[in-house]
């Protein structure tokens, strides 16, 4: 685990109201628009993140996911919406493999929280680092949990 404090960023972003159980809907499918808009308009310069609000880890509490894909440059009018980021600080830890198994991250990471005594925010941010829908265990996602 590690601490560390993220600058501020642009992003081109969608808002959704989502439970853990839907958030399936979502893969591979924003994110493709958010790059094609971005691709046509700036450039692109990070990995896509997915921002969690009010998320529990309960399969039914609905919360608010963003999902955002960091850009430069001048931008035009777009049917996302576009916002600076804070600086965020966080423990951030790298999970390697399938996104079913995030699941064991967070709760290692959460028990480090607990252990240390660490004032939680209500943000955690997944940054995908290495997408491989056909071989899920070559994924690469920093878990990041937002920490005062």
Avoid at 87 to 95: E, G, L, M, N, R
Wanted: charged letters at 15%; glycine letters at 6%.
């Amino acid at each position: 685990m590690t601490i560390k404090t993220h600058p501020p960023l642009t992003v081109l972003y969608s808002t959704h109201q989502t439970t853990i159980q839907q958030l399936g809907q979502f893969i591979g499918t924003v994110m493709k628009d958010l790059y094609l808009e971005a691709a046509n308009n700036t450039i692109v310069s990070g990995p896509v993140y997915w921002i969690y609000h009010g998320m529990d880890g309960k399969p039914d509490t609905l919360f608010t996911l963003e999902i955002a894909l960091p850009i430069q440059g001048a931008y035009q009018q777009s049917r996302f919406s576009i916002k600076e980021l804070p600086a965020f600080k966080t423990v951030s830890h790298i999970h390697e493999g399938a996104w079913e198994q995030l699941y064991a991250t967070y709760t290692q990471m959460m028990q480090h929280v607990e252990a240390n005594k660490i004032p939680l925010k209500d943000e955690c941010r997944e940054l995908y680092l290495n997408i491989d829908f056909q071989k899920p265990e070559n994924n690469i996602t920093e878990v990041q949990v937002g920490i005062l």
